[in-house]
Structures are given as structure tokens and as C-alpha cells.
């Protein structure tokens, strides 16, 4: 047991993989030599290889078109974008083979690839440095996308997602790369791909949250416990797709108050999904309107102002305290 | 000297061996055994047989859009024939001879172009993808592929094809690029047929042969006359050679036509002349083979006439195989299976909620 950065912790699962199954490789630009950008991947190269850790040219979606050809002869790949805001030239081989080659070929061929990438604001970063996609991925059939919140889950959602037998998008909030750490423990460890996690037990209100949004939520809760007395019961989704539905709806006939707390675009968000299942499966036991904290319909501004767009605790506990004010 | 000419490592050659009247250059002609060659003579007959009748079954309404091989035949099986069965075929979408050469049954393409998912299904152990329709995207693969085989120790090769179209697309430059780099057992087929839809080759590139751009990815490039089997095999055989060596990829530009449509949904007439189609009749990739396997003593007459009706009836009998798996098909909740190895609770909700419009 060590107490790791998520960098650390994530580097941890991927050495521990590594070592463990001769399958999984791990390839992209400046993740050999240089350790990648964040040092993600540093010293892999050292203890496996130029063979099994792959500095690649400078092309995203070749990065992922070449890891699903890896992946359909057997291999494992575990594929960096070197930020989420590169991936879209990706996004067109993830979506029209990676997600589909299990279905199109009957089985015959699977895609068991990881393409990992460093999504979010709050780095003081250069323009196309700072976004929060997920529903893009979300939004396809056939892919999973997992979000981890700390250095502990991180690390295991990583080896679920290198063992699982589909595509993974896994993204990485950066700005909790180094920001705080957690004790992970030496032996390994996985969680289930699909699962949301209750972080924090209330009966007030359920707030629902995912990535870097977790400790300004947790912020938050502690707060209005502080302050107001308020219990919230906090969810961590984990996974945004297969979105496990079960924990939230049942919590929410607990509370019978909602607000969920994405970084990403309002409009067509995760939110929307999320509170479309809470009103399809919980809707008699809503008590306020399900509210939303996000980011804006804008691109996130550059780094003196991306504060402005990211949900802070403020935004968090005044939504907080406006649905648990409202009476119908 | 400031300024001088760079010599590059590699030159680009254009390969022909039988010419346009199936007179052979013996000096070039590989060595491929007869029963090898009658082998490769039935199954461009039966390429352009099934081709022929899957367009009229298209035009009755029986199919739906597909994309015909006519003309094409040499430059694809000339081709394949150089696979041995562990190596992986990454097709794009106008390789269908290619496809049952390597032994996809006819009855599975008509099912798929009939509509039916099923039939793109590959059994298991098969090494050959299925169509890829985005274009150029699955040249990547067979660069993964390929990387996977090193790694792995294997002797194995991956040919992937696309069209002259294709190489305009981004994903070949990367797939190129990266298989040059890792020095992948990967050997990239291009089948120039001169026409993207609509857009004529000159208008694809202002390149002077497709071939050259192989030069740029420090890979070996060669230009064969497509509607050569010979020359396409002989140049296929040097790739699959040198990739199963571990001297890495090769680049080869099949120069063909298109005689027919882009798919069934095109009209050429659009976009080029009755002269230009007539002027490729000429060179068509079967009549030659034929004539030189008679200069052979291999064929005759007599023989392409049995063979003809041969494959009559083969393809009679698939277009039956495939009449009776589509009435067998009725479970209509496939779509639901292999979205993931397991299916996650929103997905069986989904599904349940479909069966119940089914059954009320």
C-alpha cells in the first residue's frame, strides 16, 4: 500500500498488466521514450520494450485504426491520445470498426482495446486542451467509456478495462492527475466496467457526479452538511456508458431530490440521459425538478476564465440549495 | 555541389507479362504450376459469372445496392493467390472474387447484400475481415494486423486492398506511414480502376503514378498491369515474400478498369464515354489468361465451355442455398447480439421491450 497520484496509479495498473499478460502493449506519441507527456507510461519502455511500448507517428486516428488491428489478431492495446481534444480523428475508427467488429462479423472478431486520453479544464492549457466530450463516445454503440475520480479507481477500472473484451474509452480527468493522492494497494485490483459507486450516504438530497467534477461535488456536500445540515447522498458514476441506472433511480426514491454535476456542454450531456432514466424509473418519487450543473453550451475559454465555465462548489450548493428550497 | 538529384532507395517499375493478346514474356512469367493456374482461371470466370448475376438479381429488385468486380478479376485474384490460408485478408468493399477465393460461400454475399447482417459473418478460425465501406479506414488494420504477426513470431502476412480513390484518404497515408516505420508484414493493393464514382484518376491525384507514393514511405512500390494476372501475381508473390521474410511492406498499384458501375446505385454515363469503357474491352483481364493457357495446351474451347456450365450450376446452386437461409432467418432480435460479449441490463430492456412489439 502506497499512497499514489492518479499518474502513479494508473502507470501502476499498466506495469502490473504488462507484467502479468504479454498481450498488452501500450502505444502513442511520446509514451516510449519520453514517458508521455504526463508521464503516464514512464518506464514502461525501460521494463518492456521498444516491441511492447510503442512510440508512434503523429497521427491519432492511425494510433487508433493500428491498435485495432492489433487488438483483432489478439493482442490487448492500451492506446494514449495525447489529449481528448486530438481524438476526434480517432473517433471515426472507433466508431466505424472498433465498436462494430464484434457485431458485424457474428463474434468472430473482437476489439479488446483501451484508448486512454487526458480529458478536462483546469491545467491552464492552450485552446483545444481543456474539453469534456464524453457523450460522443457515450453515444455510440458498442463502446464503453469510463471515467475514473480518483488514484485508487482509477487504477482499477484500468485493468477491468484492459480485461475487458470490448473497446474502452478511458477517460483521464487531468486536472486530478496530481492534485491529490490515495492509498492503492500493492496487490491488484479491479472494479466492474458498468458500476457507479455511492461515495457519501445521505437522505436530503442524491447528487450524481463523475471525473473531475467529484471533489468540487464532495466540496460541496460537506458544505451544505456544514453549513445547512443537509445530508446528500454522492454518487460517482464511473462508467458513463453501459450507465448503470440501478444505484441512482433507487437513491433517488430515497431522496426524491437530483442534481447531477457534469464539466461537459449542457445541452445533449450525460445529464440528460441521467435524469431521462430518473424520470422514466423514479418519476413518482420526485419531489423538486431534477436539476443540472454543468458546464456552458460555449467552448471552454482559455485558461483565465475556464473557472467561469467549470461547476465550482458555489454553482454546486446553491443549485443544491434551490431544489431542496423548491416546493410544488 | 548545392543542388544535386537525391537518389532514393527505391525505383518505381511497371510490371507486365502477358500483353493486351495474352502473348506471355517468358522471361518475366512466374513460375505457378498448371493446376494452379486452371485454378486461377476458374475462379476469374466464376468472379465475373457471380458478378453478372448478382446484377441482374440487383435490377429485379432480389438484392440491394452492391459493388460488381467486371474487369477487375485479375487484379485481385492474381493477388490472393499468393495468401497461404493463416495470412489475413482485409478487403475493402469491390473484392468480392478475392472474398470467395478465399473461401466466403457465395450464399453469404448475396445474404448480405440482400440485407441480411449474417451473412457479413466470418466463422471462426477465418482470417478475413469483413467488407469495410468507410474508405481507405481498414488499411490500418492490416498495419495492426501485421505489427501483431511480428510480435507474435508468426511468418504471417496481411493484404489489405483499397481503390485509386482511397488513396486521397488520410487513414492509407497513416497506414502507409506506419508499416514503414514498424516494418509490418503488410501488403497494400491498390486496384487503380480509374474511377471514384465519379471523379477520374487524373482528378484524384495530380501523382504520376499511385505506385510513387510508396517512395515517400520508405517502402517498396511497384505498378503492374492489373488486368495481368500474371503480372499481379508475380508482383503480389515478390510482396508476400519479402513480408513473410521480415523485410517489411510493399506497395502495389493494380492499374484495372472499372467496366461496370461504382455500385448498382451509379450511372456512369454521367461522367464518361461508351469510347473509353470500349477501349478497356480490349484488354480484358480473362480473355488473355484464357488465351495463354491455351498457348499452354492447358484450356480449350471445349473445356472453358464445360467449365462454363459448371459454374452455371455452382451459382444456381448458392442463389438456391441463399433463397433457403433467408426464409430460415426469421429471429429478428440479432441486433441485439454482439453489441458486447455480455449485454449490459439497458440493452436487455431494449431487447425485451422489442419482443413484446413483436408478439402483440
Redesign the interface.
Given at each position: 500500500m502506497a499512497k499514489l497520484t492518479m499518474v502513479q496509479a494508473i502507470n501502476l495498473a499498466l506495469h502490473q498488466e504488462m507484467k502479468k499478460d504479454e498481450d498488452v502493449?501500450v502505444l502513442g506519441e511520446d509514451v516510449g521514450v519520453d514517458g508521455g507527456v504526463f508521464r503516464v507510461t514512464d518506464g514502461l519502455i525501460d521494463e518492456f520494450g521498444e516491441?511492447?511500448v510503442?512510440d508512434?507517428?503523429l497521427?491519432e486516428?492511425?494510433i487508433?485504426?493500428?491498435?485495432?488491428?492489433?487488438?483483432?489478431?489478439?493482442?490487448k492495446?492500451v492506446a494514449e491520445i495525447q489529449f481528448s481534444g486530438f481524438a476526434y480523428?480517432a473517433f471515426?475508427?472507433m466508431e466505424?470498426?472498433a465498436a462494430r467488429?464484434?457485431?458485424?462479423?457474428?463474434?468472430?472478431?473482437?476489439v479488446p482495446m483501451v484508448l486512454r486520453m487526458p480529458y478536462g479544464g483546469g491545467v491552464r492549457a492552450l485552446e483545444h486542451h481543456s474539453e469534456s466530450r464524453e457523450a460522443y463516445w457515450a453515444h455510440t454503440?458498442?463502446l464503453?467509456t469510463v471515467i475514473p475520480s480518483t488514484p485508487r479507481n482509477a487504477r482499477s477500472l484500468l485493468v477491468s478495462a484492459i480485461r475487458d473484451?470490448?473497446p474502452v474509452i478511458f477517460y483521464e480527468p487531468k486536472a486530478s492527475y496530481r492534485a491529490f493522492k490515495e492509498e492503492v494497494p500493492d496487490e491488484e485490483e479491479t472494479f466492474p466496467i458498468?458500476e457507479s459507486q455511492i461515495v457519501r450516504e445521505g437522505d436530503d438530497l442524491t447528487v450524481i457526479a463523475y471525473g473531475a467534477m467529484m471533489r468540487p461535488t464532495l466540496e460541496a456536500a460537506d458544505k451544505l452538511k456544514e453549513d445547512d445540515g443537509i445530508d446528500c447522498e454522492v454518487i460517482d458514476l464511473l462508467t458513463i456508458s453501459?450507465?448503470d441506472?440501478?444505484k441512482f433511480t433507487k437513491s433517488a426514491q430515497k431522496t426524491g431530490r437530483i442534481l447531477v454535476v457534469h464539466e461537459a456542454p449542457r445541452s445533449f450531456g450525460p445529464g440528460a440521459e441521467i435524469i431521462t432514466r430518473l424520470v422514466e424509473k423514479s418519476f413518482v418519487y420526485l419531489e423538486a425538478p431534477v436539476r443540472r450543473v454543468t458546464g456552458y453550451d460555449v467552448v471552454i475559454p482559455l485558461y483565465q476564465r475556464e473557472f467561469d465555465y467549470l461547476p465550482g462548489v458555489d454553482r454546486i450548493v446553491s443549485a443544491a440549495r434551490e431544489t431542496l428550497d423548491f416546493k410544488a | 555541389m548545392p543542388r544535386k538529384k537525391i537518389d532514393l532507395k527505391y525505383d518505381i517499375d511497371y510490371l507486365s507479362i502477358l500483353d493486351k493478346d495474352g502473348e506471355v514474356d517468358s522471361d518475366l512469367e512466374p513460375d505457378i504450376d498448371d493446376d494452379r493456374l486452371l485454378d486461377l482461371h476458374r475462379a476469374m470466370l466464376l468472379g465475373r459469372r457471380f458478378d453478372e448475376r448478382m446484377l441482374k438479381l440487383q435490377r429485379s429488385g432480389k438484392i440491394g445496392t452492391f459493388a460488381p468486380i467486371h474487369g477487375q478479376e485479375a487484379s485481385q485474384l492474381g493477388a490472393v493467390a499468393c495468401l497461404e490460408e493463416e495470412d489475413?485478408l482485409v478487403p475493402s468493399f469491390r473484392e468480392t472474387a478475392a472474398e470467395i477465393w478465399r473461401g466466403k460461400a457465395m450464399e453469404n454475399v448475396l445474404l448480405a447484400y440482400a440485407g441480411f447482417?449474417?451473412g457479413?459473418?466470418?466463422?471462426?478460425g477465418?482470417n478475413n475481415?469483413?467488407v469495410?465501406v468507410?474508405v481507405g479506414?481498414?488499411?490500418?488494420?492490416?498495419?495492426?494486423?501485421?505489427?501483431?504477426?511480428k510480435?507474435?513470431g508468426k511468418k504471417e502476412v496481411?493484404m489489405v486492398f483499397f481503390g485509386d480513390g482511397a488513396t486521397s484518404e488520410?487513414?492509407v497515408h497513416?497506414?502507409m506511414?506506419?508499416a514503414g516505420?514498424?516494418q509490418t508484414p503488410t501488403v497494400f493493393i491498390c486496384q487503380n480502376n480509374h474511377w471514384a464514382i465519379s471523379i477520374k484518376r487524373s482528378h484524384q491525384t495530380r501523382s504520376e503514378t499511385i505506385a510513387q507514393k510508396a517512395l515517400a514511405y520508405g517502402m517498396p512500390g511497384i505498378q503492374a498491369d492489373g488486368n495481368d494476372a500474371l503480372a499481379v501475381y508475380a508482383a503480389a508473390k515478390e510482396a508476400v515474400d519479402r513480408a513473410r521474410a521480415g523485410d517489411g511492406p510493399t506497395f502495389i498499384e493494380c492499374v484495372t478498369y472499372r467496366m461496370s458501375v461504382h455500385t448498382t446505385a451509379d450511372d456512369p454515363k454521367r461522367y464518361r464515354s461508351d469510347e473509353e469503357v470500349e477501349k478497356w474491352k480490349e484488354r480484358d483481364p480473362i480473355d488473355r489468361f484464357q488465351k495463354y493457357l491455351k498457348d499452354k495446351d492447358l484450356l480449350s474451347d471445349d473445356a472453358i465451355e464445360a467449365l462454363e456450365s459448371e459454374i452455371k450450376d455452382e451459382i444456381k446452386a448458392a442463389v438456391k442455398g441463399w433463397e433457403k437461409r433467408m426464409a430460415e432467418l426469421t429471429d429478428k432480435t440479432g441486433m441485439f447480439?454482439?453489441?458486447?460479449?455480455e449485454m449490459?441490463?439497458?440493452?436487455a430492456e431494449q431487447k425485451e421491450a422489442f419482443e413484446k412489439t413483436l408478439s402483440s
Open positions: 502493449v516491441e511492447r510503442m508512434t507517428p497521427a486516428s492511425g487508433a485504426g493500428f491498435a485495432i488491428g492489433m487488438a483483432l489478431y489478439g493482442l492495446p480523428i471515426h475508427q466505424a470498426h467488429l464484434r457485431g458485424r462479423s457474428g463474434g468472430r472478431f473482437t454503440p458498442g464503453k473484451p470490448d458498468g453501459p450507465l441506472d440501478a | 489475413w447482417n449474417e457479413a459473418h466470418v466463422p471462426k477465418v475481415l469483413p469495410s468507410p479506414t481498414q488499411a490500418l488494420h492490416a498495419v495492426g494486423i501485421g505489427y501483431a504477426m510480435l507474435k496481411a488520410g487513414d497513416e497506414a506511414n506506419f516505420v514498424f447480439d454482439n453489441v458486447f460479449a449490459p441490463p439497458y440493452l
